[in-house]
């Protein structure tokens, strides 16, 4: 059985044959590639990844408390909606019980669930913009007097990020490599599934009455998914599903105008993609990926062959 893995790169690529010249070190101290080679530079794992998979500097326990949580997490957001489990209820919002594994989850995370930021002047003109618009949809809230429901809105939609966009993906993901297939593309599978998932639950099945409103959240999922492969940021989607949430309510209940809506929404996505969803470059060795502990290359292990046997290992 073979796992396709990535760990932290230990070793340069080898320098060509020739003559060796002087070398200068490039002023930012990282080491550059050498002349001539051929090698494309490793991808960057997003930092959440590394994590559950142990490829960074993270304590043993805390890294399987976290992968314990994954499936616990999963586990019980399939219970609640095979009615196993009763939900939450705040008002006429109903939350899963999932929410409680999943923020558990998060704290085992840490900081890795803010992701890698692309541009620092979108980045802080996003969350400057999500800030005024939950700013805004407290407001609204208050004038009608249902705090229970605000507080049910923003769990359910954190709750939904943390499940269907690091969760569910990284456990199909996980199963996905089992079979052998590249990791790259176990990511992706992972994200696509979940993003299904996602969008043919019930209560987003009640909101689909055309093929726009389809579309909609086909189109939310696609672009959540991208900015946690792109960033591995739960963060910036969890608030702006929350935004999201937030402002439709607020519509329906004619406190807010359908255009100001679209206006705030769209304006908030278009600055996550630019801040999150963007490919990211090293500005010293221009290649993709910031340095740093989560730069990483891809390895096999071959689960058959038992380290120290003297059998060469493949990889």
């Known amino acids: 059985m073979k796992l396709g893995l990535r760990r932290a790169r230990t070793d340069v690529a080898e320098a060509p044959t020739a003559s060796p010249g002087p070398t200068t070190a490039p002023a930012g101290g990282g ?55 009763s939900f939450l209820r705040f008002g006429a919002i109903q939350s899963s019980l999932s929410i409680v594994p999943a923020l558990l989850l998060a704290v085992f995370l840490g900081r890795t669930i803010v992701g890698r930021q692309g541009s620092h002047d979108a980045v802080v003109t996003f969350w400057a ?7 805004v949809a407290v407001i609204g ?22 499940v269907y966009r690091l969760a569910l993906p990284v456990l199909l993901a996980a199963a996905l490599v089992g079979f052998g297939l590249p990791r790259k593309w176990c990511r992706i599978l992972g994200y696509t599934i979940a993003g299904i998932a996602w969008v043919l639950l019930p209560g987003h099945r009640a909101q689909m009455h055309n093929p726009a409103e389809v579309f909609t959240f086909i ?26 949430n937030l402002l439709t309510v607020l519509v329906w209940r004619e406190v807010l105008p359908q255009s100001d809506r679209s206006l705030m929404f769209g304006g908030l996505l278009a600055l996550m993609l630019l801040a999150y969803g963007m490919r990211i470059r090293n ?28 059998r060469p290992r493949p990889g």
């Open 129 to 135: 913009c999500a800030v005024v618009i939950l700013s």
């Open 219 to 244: 189109e939310f999922a696609f672009l959540m998914a991208v900015i946690c492969l792109r960033s591995g940021s739960v963060l910036a989607t969890a608030t702006a599903h929350v935004c999201s």
């Open 31 to 85: 080491t550059a590639a050498p002349a001539g080679s051929r090698r494309r530079p490793p991808a960057p794992l997003e930092p959440t990844w590394a994590v559950l998979f142990g490829l960074s500097h993270t304590p043993s326990w805390r890294r399987w408390g976290a992968v314990t949580l994954v499936f616990l997490t999963v586990l019980v957001e399939i219970s609640a909606f095979t009615e196993q489990l």
């Open 141 to 162: 809230f208050s004038r009608l007097d249902h705090p229970i429901e605000l507080a049910g809105l923003v769990l359910v939609s954190v709750d939904e990020e943390l």
């Open 283 to 310: 500005p010293r060795t221009g290649i993709d990926g910031a340095d740093g502990p989560h730069d990483v290359e891809e390895i096999v292990i071959d689960l058959r062959v038992p380290p120290g046997d003297g």
